[in-house]
C-alpha cells in the first residue's frame, strides 16, 4: 500500500516578498558592447522581447536578431556563501548566458546585484555551468576542490577557476549535453549521421565519456547495469538511446532516460575499481567459436584504443586481425582515419593525469592554440572518428595513401595503451514498465531534484509533462551510506515543480494552474499569491478537476499495481473554489469582483524555475516573471526549538500532522504578527493535544487581539494587526464557523460522529471565558493525546536547555507556563513544584487544572524515561559540585546542545574524570530516543571508586579547554553562559592562560583570551607586514642622501630588530660603510716636493689599485651580512649595487681611475670580484620569497659585461632554493652559451638547491662537464677547468651523506688524477684534487667505518697514501685507458704528487671521520714528532692535519688555550737542546700553522654557540699573533708575514665562527683594524678572509648563525678553506666560488617577541633550559630576548618570564618543528603584555609598573587605584569604559559612594588578577545579592547560580588550601556576599518560619512576595522538594535523629542547621546560636 497524500483542502498560506525578477546577466549584457547586442539596443521592451511565445507583438526590427540567437538565452540560479565578519552572509549567484556572452553575478535580498565574472567567447556558447573539480593534492589523498565555471561551445569547452586559472579543452567530438558531478564533467556525444558507417559492427561507440580536470584526457564512462539479462557485465556506456536527465553531486547520482522504452533509472557515479578497468580494457586471449565473436569481443576495445590512442587495430587486436579484413569493412575505414591523424603532426598526444605526471609537450601545444583553428581539434576529432560530417570515406581521399599502404604501415606501429576510464556507473532503480499498459509511453523528464520532507525522508522527484505528473520516489542510505535505497514511487499531479531545501518542502505547480506546497509528498496547503488570482477562483468554474471530492492517481506499479488515493476531506467542499468567492473577500486588499470580467484576460501561473533556499520564480503566461518567497516554518527561536523536540519524539506520521497543522496555522494569509507568533504555537500544540484553550483562563491572557481558535486563526486574513469587533461577530455568526467547528482538524473521518472537541457551540463562549466554569476536560480524540508524557518531558528537557542560555532564558518563562499546565494535568507534583521554584511570582498566579480520566490515563504511552523526580540541570552541576552520586543527566540529540556540553565539562573537570569526553559519556548523559519504552535495558551506573591516576588539575584544565573548542564553544557562547555555570570553565582557561601549550591551534588561542599564541598560530613573518615593521626606524642611521642609501645593497635589514639586538651603539651602521663597494674610495697620497706630477698621478693609481684588492673583497662579506633580508618585488629587476674601483683625491676631490694607462693592471681582474658581487646581491632574497622562473630570466641583463654578476645571481638563487623553480630548458639555454662564469654558478646553485637529494636530472647535468663520468668511449668535451671543480663539488652536494659508491670511487681516483699527455689537466691541479676530496668526503660525510659495500675500496687507506705520498697503484677500471700515456709536461714518475693531492685527502679524511672519535684515523694525522720528518711537511698542511685531527675527536676538543696548545707536538713545547740539529724557521712556522689549525676546530666545535670560553680562548690567541706581527723582530723573519697573516686570518674567521649572528665588539674592532690596512703584504684573499669574518659575525643582519650538523660543517670547510687566493683571479688552490657556500651552514635562531597589541618588535625575558649532557648539569640561563636561542637539539625548554608578559612555555623535548617554524618565519614570537606592565624599552628596572607600589601593603592598593589611570592597565574598550562611567564620582553619584568604591574594587581585582572577563561576574553576584536584600527577586535563577559559585569556592577549600590560590574569585569579595546572602535568608526565617512549615506540610503555596522569599530559601538552603518532609523530619526529639533522617534526602549539613529551629522548635534557640557561629 502507497502512502496516502495527507491533505487539507481547506487550508492556504501566503506567499511572501513579491518581485518582479528579470535576470540580472539580461540587463548586463544589454550594455555590453558586442555585436549581438548592438543589433538588440533599439529594441526596447524587454518584457516582449524575451517573452516566450515567439514574436509576439515586437516594437523595431527584428530583421538581424535571427531566432536561434533570442532563444539561446538560459540562466540558472544557486546559492552562494561567504564568511563575513564571523557570520555567514548568503546571496543569490547567477549565471547567465546568451549569445557569446557568460555573466556570473553575484546579489541577495541585502545587497544589490554585482557582476563578479563576466566572458566573452569566440563562438556561440551552447551551455554554461558551475562545476567542481577536485584537483588531487602531491602529498597525501587528500584532494583540493576547485570551483570552476565550464562554458560549452561547439569545439571547446573553456573552463575558468575562481583562482583565476583558465583551461581550454578541445572536444574531439561534438556535444549534446554536459552535465556536473561530484568528480568533474559527464559530456554526452551527440548522435551524427556516421555514426552507423564508422562503429564496427555489434559494438556501438560510448556515448557518456567523463572529464575529470580540465587538463586530464576525456575517458568514457564506465558502466554497470543490473538485470537478467546482461548479467552484472561491466561495459562501456554506449547505448544512443539512454540520455542523461539529470546529475547531483550529494549523493552522487545520475538519472537516465530511456528513449525507447520510456523509462528514468536512476545510477550511481563512483570512481572505477581497479577490476572494472582491467576488465574493460582487457583483450578476449581465446578465439570465439563463431567467425563474426571474433569481430564483436575483440574490436570494441581494439576501436576504442585506436580512436584514443591514434594506435592501429592490427597492434591490438588478439593476432592483428586487421591484415585479413577486406577494405571495404568499416574497420577499414577506421585505420584510414587512424593513418590520416597520423600525418597530422599537431595530433594531442594526450597522457592522462594517471600515467604521467608531466603532460606531454604535444598536449601542452595543442592547448595553447584556440580551440577554432584546424589542427587541434581535427585531429582531436579524428581521435575518436565521429564527428566526420561527410557520410563517405571518400571525402578525405586527398589526405591518403592508397588504402593498402595504409594497413601494413599500421600493422607495424607499435602498440600504445588505450584510454583507462576513470568513472563507473551503477544501477541503482529504474521504474518498472507496466505490462500491456494502456497509456502511452512517458516522455523524458523535463525536471529532476531531489528534495526532503520536514521528517527528514528524502525523495527523488521527476517531473512527466507528458502526464502532468511529479514521480517523487523514496530514497535512504544504506548503513554504510555507500549504497542508495530506493523504495516506493508516489506520484502526485503537477504541471511543475521545484524543490525548496531551506524549508524541506516543494512548490507543486498543479494543472489548474494552483500552487500547492507539498513537504516530501505530503500536502501542506495551496500557495496564495498576492496580486495573482489563481485561476480556480473564476466564477464558471471551468477547471472542474478541482472540486472533484476525491481522485484517484495511480502509480506506475513498483511491486504490484497500487493504487493512490488522496482524499479531500468531504465534509465540506474547499471554500476558495466553486462560488464561494465572496464571502472571504472582504478581508482582501481590495475587492475581486471588479476584476471577475476580466478574468479570461488575467495572467497564470505557467511554469516555476530557479529555486535558491525558499525563494523561486513564477513565469506567468503573459510573459514578465515573479520571484516569490514562501515562508519559513517558524521565526521565533523557541518555537523552532520546541518544533524540533516534539519532532523528535513523535512518530513520523504524527510528527508530520503536528508539523503541517501549524505550517498552515502559523503562514495562514495575514497571519499573526512576530510577537503572537509564540501564543499561536501554544494554542495550536494544546489544542492538538486535547485542550480546550478557549476555557483556560491563563491561555486567555496570553495579548491576542480576540482568543482565536487556531483553524479561524488560520483563516482570518487582516490586513492590519488591529481587527474590528464587527467582523468578529461576524465570523462567528457565519454559517462556516459553525461548519469548522464540526469537522475535525485533523485525523480520518469518524464514523462515529464524535469528535466536536474545539468549542462545543457558539453560545457557550460566555461561559467559557468566566473562571468559576465546570472542571475542564480533554478529549482523548486529539491527535496528540495518547503522547501527551512523551512531549512534556522533551519540552521540560528543552526548558532545562534553556536555562543555561542567559540569551534564551527570558524564552524560558513562556514555556513554563505550558509546561505547568501539562504537569498539573498529569498529576506531576514534583515538576510543578520544581517551576513554582524556578518562577514563583508567576506560576502562583496558576491554579487551573484540567481533568484527565483514569481511564483514559491508560491510553496515553507513558514513556520510561519520564521519572517522578525532575530532571534539573542545576541541581545536578550542584550535586556535582558537591561530589555527590548521581544518575545521568537525560537530553536530547541535536537539540540541548548547551546541556550535554556543560554536564560534561564538569564531570571532565570538577569530578576529574578525564575520559568523561571519550569513553565515559553514558555515565553522565542519558540520551533519549524516541523509541524508548522501558528503562530496564539501560545498565544504571554507579560512579566506581576504583583508584584512578589523579590528574592534575591544569592537566585536566587543558583537556577540557581543547575538548570545548573541537565542540566549537567559543567566547562568545561562554558570555551567554550563566555566571555560577560558567565559573569553573572560566577558571579552566584562566589556568590555561597562565600556561598554555605552544602548539595549540587557533581556536583554542581564542578561547583562553591568549590573542598573542592566535596570532602565532596565523603563521605571519615580519617581512609580510612590512607596513608594520621597519617603518618606525628605532635607530636612526646617520644622515646619507637617498642616492647613496639605495646603491649599497644593505638597506633592507630590519632596522627595527638591529635596535633592539644592539641599541646602545651604532654598530650595524660602521659595518655597513665596512663593507660597501659601490662608493669611490679615498686615495690619499701626499705629493713629496721631489716628486713629479706624472710620477705622482702613478703612486696615486697604485695606492687605489692596493684599495682596489680590497673593494674587491667586500662582497663576499656582505653577501653574509644582508643574507636573506629582502622580498622581491615580482615586477621589479633585483637592484644590484655597483662594484665601483675608482678613486677621490683629497683636497680637490679629483678623480682616480685605474683605466687611465698610466700602470699596469692585471687583465680580468674584475671578473671574479663582479660574480661575487652578483651572489651578493642574490643572497639578500629570503628563501620565503616569491620567486618564479620568469623572474629569474627577467633579471638576466643585456649588457654582456654584466654577464659574471648574472652568474654569481644564479649561484645565489640556488643557495637560497629559488633555483629549482628555473625551467629545464632555460638551464639548457644558459649552458649551452659556454660562458665559464655563468656554468661555474649554474652548476653549484642547483647542487645547492638539491642538497643530498640525488636527483637524477642534475647528476646528468653534473656529469656532463666531469669526464671522469663519462664512458671511457664518449668524445672528450672542452669543458673549462675551473667548471669541471665546480660539477665535483656540485656530485658531492647533490649526493652529500648518501655514501654513494661508484660517485665515492670515481672521487677518490679523481684526487690523484695524473696530468694527461696534451697539457690536459696541467693548470691549477691542486684545486681539481681538493675539489674531489671535499666531495669524496661530502658523499660519504660523518659515514666512519660503516661505509656499506666500500670496503673494497679501502678508502681511508687510499687516502692515507695521498696525504703521506708512495707509489702511485694502478688505475682500476674505467679511467685505465685515458692515462696511459704520461704527461710530456710534468715528469711525476710514479710516486704521488703529495702537494697536489694532500689537502685533498686530508680533508676527505676529516670529513668521513667526522665527529665519529676513531682514535686509529686521528692518529694518522697527528702532527711527526721528530724534526727530520717535520721538514717534509709543508706547514701549511699541519694546520689542515690538525683541524682533521680535531674534528675527527669532535668530544675532545674543549673551549681552553691548554687544549690548544696540546696540538703541538711534544718536541717542540720542550727545551730545545742547541746539539740538535733543527730549522727555527721551521719550528716556527709549524708551531703557527698547528695553532691555527686547532683553533679554527675550536671555531667550528662551538659555530653559532657565542661560548664565552671559546671566545675568550680564540682572543687570547688572537692577540699573541698580532703582537708577533707587530715586532718586526726576529720572528717576524722566521715565520714570515704571510705565515703569521695566514693564521691570524684563521683565528678571527674561528673567532666571527663562535660569534656568528651577535655582532660581538671586540671581533667587530679586529675587523675594522685589518679593514684598515691596504699595503703592502696585504692581499686580496686576507681582505677576502678578514670581511667573511665581518659578514659572518653579522650573519643575517643579526638573524643568522652557524649550525654545528655534519652537512653546516662540510659547507664550512669548503668556504673557509685555509688556502686564500692571492689576487682576484687566482683560483689555483681553491675555487673562490666556493667561498660563499658558507650560507649553507647558516641557519635562523633569532627569537624576536612582538607586542601582539602594537605589533612592534619589543623585549622580553626568556628562560631557556638546556638538556643535560656529559659535559653539563641541566641547567636554565635567562636571555633577554630578541635574542640568538642555542641550537635547538641542545634544549629542554624556552620560555617566555612572566612578570611582564603573559607566559609562553616551548618544550622542545616533545618536538622542535613549531619552534622550528617560528624561527624560518623571522622569529616572530607574539607576546602580550600583563596588565599594568610597561615594555621593557620605557620601564627597564620595573619601577614604574602600578602593582609595584601596592606589593608591600596589599588593601593600600584598593584604596590608592585611581581609575584614571586604568589607561595604562589595559588596553581592553570594555573595561576603560567601566572606569569612565561606573567608577568616577559625578554630582548626581554621590550618595553612591558605597557602590562606586565597591566597582572599583572589582576592577581592581579584575585587572590586576588579569580577568577582565570576570567584570561581568562580580557585578551579577554583586546585583543578585542586592536584590535578594531589597526583597524584588522576581525569579530564583540568580541564587542557584550563586549557590554554585559558593559551592564551587567550598569544593577548592575542601581540596586544601593548596587549591585556594588558583580560584578565579580569591579576594575578600565572595565571603561578603555570601555572609550578605546568609543574614537576609536567615532574617526572613526568623520571621516567617510558619510559611515553610506550612509548605513542608503540603499546604497550598503562599502568594506575593512570601511566595518569592520560601523559594529563594529552599532553592539557596538546597532543600530538595519535600511536601511531606514534615512527617519525616518534624517530630523528631533531637538533633541526632534529624540528622539520621535528613542524611537521605541529601540536604548539606549547613543548610541543615539552618532549619533545625523550625523543626525542632524554640527550644533549639540556643543551639542555634552555635551552630551558626561554627558555619
Given at each position: 500500500m502507497s502512502e496516502v497524500v495527507y491533505e487539507e483542502t481547506a487550508t492556504m498560506i501566503a506567499a511572501g516578498e513579491l518581485q518582479s525578477f528579470v535576470p540580472f546577466g539580461r540587463e548586463h549584457c544589454r550594455n555590453h558592447p558586442n555585436a549581438f547586442n548592438l543589433q538588440l539596443r533599439e529594441l526596447q521592451p524587454a518584457s516582449e522581447l524575451w517573452s516566450s511565445d515567439g514574436a509576439a507583438g515586437l516594437v523595431g526590427s527584428l530583421q538581424e536578431v535571427s531566432l536561434q540567437e533570442r532563444e539561446r538565452e538560459c540562466w540558472q540560479l544557486r546559492k552562494g556563501c561567504i564568511r563575513v565578519r564571523e557570520e555567514d552572509v548568503e546571496f543569490e549567484e547567477e549565471l547567465y548566458a546568451a549569445g557569446t556572452v557568460v555573466i556570473w553575478s553575484q546579489g541577495g535580498r541585502t545587497q544589490a546585484s554585482n557582476v563578479y565574472k563576466a566572458f566573452t567567447v569566440d563562438s556561440p556558447v551552447q551551455q554554461a555551468l558551475w562545476c567542481n573539480f577536485a584537483v588531487p593534492q602531491n602529498k597525501k589523498d587528500e584532494e583540493e576542490v576547485e570551483q570552476t565555471v565550464c562554458i560549452v561551445q561547439s569545439s571547446c569547452i573553456n573552463v575558468h577557476t575562481v583562482t583565476g586559472k583558465d583551461f581550454i579543452s578541445p572536444l574531439p567530438f561534438q556535444v549534446s549535453n554536459v552535465w556536473a558531478t561530484k568528480f568533474g564533467l559527464l559530456l554526452e556525444r551527440k548522435n551524427t549521421a556516421t555514426d552507423a558507417q564508422i562503429s564496427p559492427p555489434g559494438e556501438p561507440l560510448p556515448t557518456v565519456f567523463s572529464m575529470l580536470h580540465p587538463l586530464d584526457e576525456i575517458a568514457p564512462l564506465v558502466c554497470k547495469p543490473t538485470g537478467l539479462f546482461e548479467g552484472s557485465r561491466v561495459q562501456y556506456a554506449s547505448d544512443a538511446t539512454m540520455k542523461i536527465a539529470f546529475s547531483c553531486c550529494q549523493p552522487s547520482l545520475v538519472v537516465f532516460y530511456d528513449t525507447v522504452q520510456g523509462i528514468h533509472s536512476v545510477w550511481a557515479l563512483r570512481k572505477v575499481t581497479h577490476d572494472e578497468r582491467s576488465t574493460v580494457l582487457r583483450c578476449p586471449s581465446e578465439p570465439v567459436s563463431t567467425p563474426l565473436g571474433l569481430m564483436a569481443s575483440g574490436v570494441l576495445t581494439s576501436h576504442l584504443r585506436n580512436i584514443s590512442r591514434l594506435d592501429s587495430p592490427g597492434g591490438s587486436g588478439p593476432t592483428g586481425t586487421s591484415c585479413a579484413v577486406g577494405a571495404g569493412s568499416p574497420l577499414h575505414y577506421s585505420t584510414l582515419h587512424t593513418h590520416q591523424s597520423r600525418i597530422m603532426t599537431s595530433s594531442p598526444g594526450f597522457h592522462s593525469r594517471v600515467h604521467s605526471p608531466s603532460i606531454s609537450n604535444m598536449a601542452a601545444l595543442s592547448r595553447a592554440h584556440s580551440p577554432g583553428m584546424a589542427a587541434p581539434s581535427f585531429s582531436g576529432a579524428a581521435r575518436f572518428n565521429t564527428s566526420f560530417h561527410s557520410p563517405s570515406p571518400r571525402g578525405h581521399h586527398g589526405l591518403l595513401p592508397s588504402p593498402n599502404s595504409t594497413v ?303 483553524v479561524i486563526a488560520a483563516k482570518k486574513a487582516r490586513p492590519s494587526d488591529g481587527g474590528s469587533d464587527e467582523d468578529w461577530d461576524y465570523l462567528l455568526g457565519s454559517h462556516y464557523h459553525r461548519q469548522m467547528n464540526s469537522q475535525p482538524v485533523c485525523g480520518p473521518v469518524d464514523s462515529s460522529g464524535s469528535n466536536n472537541y474545539l468549542s462545543p457551540d457558539t453560545e457557550g463562549m460566555s461561559s467559557a471565558s468566566s473562571p468559576s466554569s465546570p472542571s475542564l476536560k480533554l478529549d482523548s480524540s486529539a491527535p496528540l493525546f495518547p503522547h501527551i508524557p512523551a512531549l512534556f518531558y522533551v519540552l521540560h528537557l528543552l526548558y532545562q536547555e534553556l536555562q543555561l542560555d542567559e540569551l534564551q532564558r527570558a524564552r524560558a518563562s513562556s514555556l513554563v507556563c505550558l509546561l505547568q499546565q501539562v504537569a ?87 569530578l576529574r574524570d578525564e575520559n568523561a569526553t571519550s569513553t565515559d559519556v553514558s555515565k553522565y548523559l542519558a540520551k533519549l530516543s524516541a523509541g524508548q519504552k522501558s528503562c530496564a535495558s539501560e545498565p544504571h551506573y554507579r560512579r566506581q571508586s576504583s583508584v584512578k591516576v589523579k590528574f592534575t588539575s591544569e592537566n585536566l584544565a587543558e583537556q577540557l579547554v581543547v575538548w570545548l573548542t573541537s565542540e566549537g564553544f567559543t567566547v562568545k557562547d561562554l558570555e551567554s553562559v550563566p555566571f555560577g555555570v560558567a565559573l569553573p570553565i572560566r577558571e579552566a582557561i584562566y589556568r590555561c592562560r597562565e600556561q598554555p601549550c605552544s602548539d595549540w591551534s587557533e581556536e583554542v588561542c581564542l578561547l583562553i583570551g591568549r590573542q598573542d599564541l592566535t596570532k602565532q598560530a596565523h603563521k605571519m613573518t615580519l617581512a609580510k607586514s612590512k607596513a608594520s615593521v621597519g617603518s618606525g626606524l628605532s635607530l636612526e642611521p646617520p644622515a646619507t642622501t637617498e642616492a647613496d642609501e639605495e646603491e649599497d645593497g644593505m638597506s633592507d635589514i630590519i632596522q627595527e630588530v638591529t635596535g633592539l639586538i644592539w641599541s646602545q651603539d651604532l654598530r650595524v651602521q660602521e659595518v655597513r660603510r665596512l663593507l660597501q663597494s659601490s662608493r669611490p674610495v679615498r686615495v690619499s697620497v701626499v705629493q713629496l716636493p721631489e716628486v713629479s706630477d ?258 673494497d675500496l679501502n678508502v681511508p687507506e687510499q687516502l692515507y697514501q695521498y696525504m703521506v705520498g708512495g707509489h702511485r697503484r694502478a688505475q682500476a677500471g674505467a679511467s685505465r685507458e685515458r692515462h696511459k700515456s704520461p704527461s710530456y709536461q710534468i715528469k711525476e714518475g710514479d710516486t704521488i704528487n703529495v702537494d697536489v693531492t694532500c689537502p685533498g685527502a686530508t680533508l676527505a679524511l676529516a670529513m668521513i671521520y667526522l665527529k ?90 662551538f659555530a653559532g654557540s657565542a661560548n664565552s670560553d671559546a671566545f675568550d680562548c680564540l682572543y687570547e690567541f688572537a692577540r699573541t699573533f698580532m703582537q708577533i706581527l707587530s715586532f718586526s723582530g726576529t720572528a717576524n723573519v722566521q715565520t714570515g708575514y704571510y705565515n703569521l697573516q695566514t693564521g691570524l686570518s684563521m683565528i678571527l674567521l674561528a673567532m666571527s665562527m663562535v660569534m656568528s649572528g651577535t655582532g660581538n665588539l671586540k671581533v667587530l674592532q679586529l675587523c675594522r683594524f685589518f679593514h684598515k690596512r691596504t699595503g703592502g703584504e696585504m692581499n686580496y684573499g686576507f681582505h677576502m678572509a678578514h670581511h667573511m669574518a665581518l659578514g659572518l659575525l653579522f650573519l643575517g643582519g643579526g638573524r643568522y648563525t652557524l649550525s654545528t650538523s655534519n652537512s653546516a660543517i662540510a659547507a664550512l670547510l669548503c668556504a673557509l678553506y685555509p688556502h686564500f687566493p692571492a689576487h682576484s683571479t687566482d683560483n689555483r688552490y681553491h675555487l673562490q666560488a666556493l667561498r660563499h657556500l658558507a650560507v649553507l651552514a647558516a641557519e635562523p635562531r633569532l627569537l624576536v617577541p612582538v607586542d601582539v597589541d602594537s605589533l612592534k618588535p619589543c623585549y622580553a625575558l626568556l628562560e631557556v633550559t638546556y638538556k643535560e649532557s ?306
Open positions: 601494413n604501415e599500421t600493422t607495424m606501429m607499435p602498440e600504445m595503451e588505450p584510454i583507462v576510464p576513470d568513472l563507473c556507473m551503477e544501477q541503482l532503480w529504474s521504474e518498472t514498465v507496466t505490462a500491456g499498459c494502456h497509456r502511452e509511453m512517458s516522455s523524458q523528464a523535463s525536471k529532476v531534484f531531489l528534495t526532503s520532507d520536514l521528517c527528514e525522508n528524502r525523495y527523488l522527484c521527476f517531473l512527466v509533462e507528458s502526464h502532468q505528473q511529479l514521480r517523487c520516489v523514496k530514497f535512504i542510505e544504506s548503513n554504510d551510506t555507500s549504497q542508495l535505497i530506493f523504495a516506493s514511487v508516489t506520484t502526485i499531479p503537477a504541471k511543475d515543480a521545484e524543490p525548496l531545501p531551506n524549508i524541506d518542502a516543494m512548490l507543486v505547480l498543479e494543472a489548474c494552474g494552483s500552487l500547492v506546497l507539498y513537504t516530501g509528498i505530503t500536502r501542506v496547503s495551496k500557495v496564495f499569491v498576492p496580486g495573482l488570482l489563481s485561476p480556480t477562483f473564476s466564477l464558471t468554474n471551468h477547471i472542474p478537476h478541482v472540486s472533484t471530492p476525491v481522485e484517484i492517481v495511480s502509480t506506475p506499479a513498483n511491486a504490484g499495481s497500487r493504487h493512490l488515493h488522496r482524499l479531500d476531506e468531504a465534509v465540506m467542499p474547499s471554500p476558495v473554489s466553486g462560488l464561494r468567492g465572496p464571502n472571504i473577500n472582504k478581508h482582501h486588499e481590495g475587492s475581486f469582483l471588479e476584476d471577475f470580467t476580466s478574468q479570461q484576460a488575467m495572467p497564470y501561473i505557467h511554469a516555476l524555475r530557479d529555486p535558491v533556499c525558499n525563494r523561486v520564480t513564477l513565469e506567468l503566461s503573459s510573459g514578465p516573471m515573479l520571484r516569490i518567497s514562501i515562508p519559513e516554518i517558524a521565526t521565533s527561536e523557541l518555537v523552532r526549538k520546541c518544533l524540533q523536540a516534539i519532532r523528535f519524539i513523535l512518530p513520523k506520521e504524527a510528527a508530520m500532522k503536528v508539523l503541517v497543522k501549524w505550517y498552515n496555522i502559523y503562514n495562514a494569509p495575514g497571519g499573526p504578527s512576530a510577537h503572537a507568533e509564540w501564543n499561536l504555537f501554544v494554542t495550536c500544540f494544546m489544542t492538538l493535544m486535547g485542550y480546550n484553550t478557549e476555557r483556560l483562563t491563563w491561555k486567555q491572557n496570553l495579548h491576542f487581539e480576540v482568543p482565536l481558535s487556531p498539573r494535568d498529569l498529576q506531576l507534583d514534583q515538576y510543578v513544584d520544581l517551576y513554582w521554584r524556578d518562577y514563583p511570582s508567576l506560576i502562583s498566579g496558576f491554579n487551573e487544572s484540567c481533568l484527565i480520566d483514569q481511564a483514559l490515563f491508560g491510553q496515553m504511552q507513558r514513556p520510561s524515561f519520564l521519572r517522578a523526580e525532575p530532571p534539573c540541570v542545576l541541581s545536578w552541576l550542584s550535586s556535582c559540585l558537591r561530589g555527590e552520586e548521581i544518575p545521568p543527566f537525560p537530553y536530547l540529540p541535536g537539540i540541548c546542545q548547551r546541556t550535554r556540553l556543560l554536564v560534561l565539562s564538569y564531570a571532565l573537570y570538577i706624472h710620477e705622482y698621478i702613478e703612486e696615486k693609481e697604485n695606492k687605489l689599485l692596493q684599495l682596489c684588492q680590497r673593494t674587491m673583497a667586500l662582497p663576499v662579506g656582505r653577501g653574509l651580512f644582508t643574507l636573506f633580508s629582502y622580498h622581491p618585488v615580482p615586477t621589479e629587476p633585483l637592484p644590484v649595487p655597483k662594484l665601483n674601483l675608482t678613486g677621490r683625491a683629497p683636497p680637490r676631490n679629483t678623480m682616480v681611475d685605474l683605466n687611465s694607462g698610466n700602470i699596469d693592471v692585471p687583465p680580468n681582474m674584475t671578473s671574479w670580484p663582479s660574480f661575487h658581487n652578483g651572489v651578493a646581491a642574490g643572497l639578500k632574497i629570503a628563501p620565503a620569497s616569491q620567486v618564479d622562473s620568469a623572474w629569474i630570466a627577467y633579471n638576466k641583463p643585456k649588457n654582456p659585461e654584466l654577464a659574471n654578476e648574472y652568474a654569481g645571481f644564479l649561484m645565489a638563487l640556488g643557495l637560497n632554493g629559488h633555483l629549482t623553480k628555473l625551467a629545464t630548458l632555460n638551464i639548457h639555454d644558459y649552458l649551452t652559451k659556454g660562458h665559464e662564469m655563468t656554468s661555474i654558478g649554474l652548476l653549484l646553485g642547483v647542487s645547492s638547491a638539491k642538497l643530498g637529494t640525488m636527483d637524477m636530472s642534475i647528476t646528468r647535468l653534473l656529469s656532463i662537464h666531469i669526464p671522469a663520468l663519462l664512458p671511457p668511449t664518449s668524445t672528450e668535451l672542452d669543458v673549462p677547468h675551473n667548471v669541471q671543480v665546480a660539477a665535483v663539488i656540485g656530485i658531492g652536494l647533490v649526493y652529500q651523506g648518501t655514501g654513494h659508491r661508484h660517485n665515492a670511487e670515481v672521487l677518490l681516483s679523481e684526487i690523484g688524477r695524473p696530468p694527461g699527455p696534451e697539457m690536459e689537466y696541467c693548470t691549477d691541479r691542486e684545486s681539481y684534487s681538493l675539489a674531489a676530496g671535499l666531495a669524496l668526503g661530502m658523499v660519504c660525510l660523518g659515514h666512519g667505518s660503516n661505509l656499506i659495500g666500500m670496503t665519529t672519535n676513531n682514535r686509529s684515523i686521528a692518529d694518522w694525522l697527528k702532527p711527526p714528532d721528530t724534526w727530520f720528518l717535520l721538514d717534509f711537511i709543508k706547514p701549511e698542511f699541519l694546520l689542515l692535519r690538525t683541524l682533521a685531527r680535531c674534528i675527527i675527536m669532535w668530544d675532545e676538543i674543549l673551549p681552553n688555550t691548554e687544549w690548544v696548545k696540546s696540538n703541538i707536538p711534544q718536541i717542540m713545547r720542550g727545551s730545545f737542546d742547541p746539539s740538535e740539529d733543527f730549522n727555527m724557521e721551521t719550528m716556527s712556522q709549524a708551531q703557527d700553522y698547528i695553532t691555527a689549525g686547532a683553533c679554527m676546530a675550536l671555531g667550528l666545535r656529559k659535559w653539563y648539569e641541566e641547567t636554565t640561563v635567562e636571555l633577554m630576548a630578541p635574542t640568538m636561542l642555542p641550537e635547538l637539539h641542545l634544549l629542554k625548554r624556552v620560555k617566555v618570564k612572566g612578570p611582564r608578559y603573559w607566559e609562553l612555555s616551548v618544550d622542545l623535548s616533545k618536538e622542535t618543528q613549531h619552534l622550528k617554524s617560528i624561527l624560518s618565519r623571522d622569529g616572530v614570537l607574539y607576546v602580550k603584555l600583563r596588565a599594568g606592565q610597561l615594555p621593557y624599552k620605557d620601564d627597564p628596572q620595573g619601577w614604574k609598573s602600578l602593582l609595584a607600589s601596592t606589593v608591600n601593603h596589599r588593601n593600600s592598593g584598593v584604596r590608592a587605584f585611581k581609575p584614571e589611570a586604568i589607561s595604562t592597565f589595559t588596553s581592553e574598550p570594555a573595561l576603560v569604559s567601566f572606569a569612565e562611567f561606573f567608577c568616577k564620582t559625578s554630582d548626581g553619584m554621590k550618595h553612591r559612594e558605597d557602590t562606586l568604591a565597591l566597582f572599583s574594587a572589582m576592577l581592581y581585582e579584575c585587572v590586576t588578577q588579569e580577568c577582565p572577563e570576570m567584570l561581568p561576574t562580580y557585578i551579577a553576584i554583586e546585583q543578585t545579592v542586592g536584590a535578594l536584600r531589597r526583597g524584588d527577586l522576581q525569579q530564583t535563577f540568580p541564587l542557584w547560580q550563586m549557590r554554585l559559585v559558593v559551592e564551587l569556592w567550598d569544593r577548592r577549600v575542601l581540596l586544601g588550601p593548596a587549591n585556594c590560590h588558583d580560584a578565579l574569585l580569591t579576594s575578600e569579595f565572595l565571603p561578603v556576599m555570601k555572609n550578605m546572602v546568609d543574614v537576609a535568608l536567615d532574617s526572613w526565617l526568623r520571621d516567617h518560619s510558619s510559611v515553610l512549615r506550612s509548605y513542608m506540610r503540603g499546604e497550598a503555596l503562599p502568594k506575593d512576595t512570601q511566595s518569592i522569599l520560601l523559594a529563594s530559601f529552599l532553592v539557596y538552603r538546597s532543600i530538595p522538594c519535600l511536601r511531606n518532609t514534615d512527617r519525616q523530619l518534624e517530630g523528631c526529639s533531637s538533633l541526632g535523629e534529624l540528622l539520621a533522617r535528613s542524611s537521605r534526602l541529601g540536604i548539606p549539613l549547613r543548610d541543615l542547621l539552618r532549619l533545625v529551629p523550625v523543626l525542632l522548635g524554640s527550644g533549639a534557640q540556643t543551639l542555634q546560636g552555635f551552630s551558626l557561629q561554627a558555619f
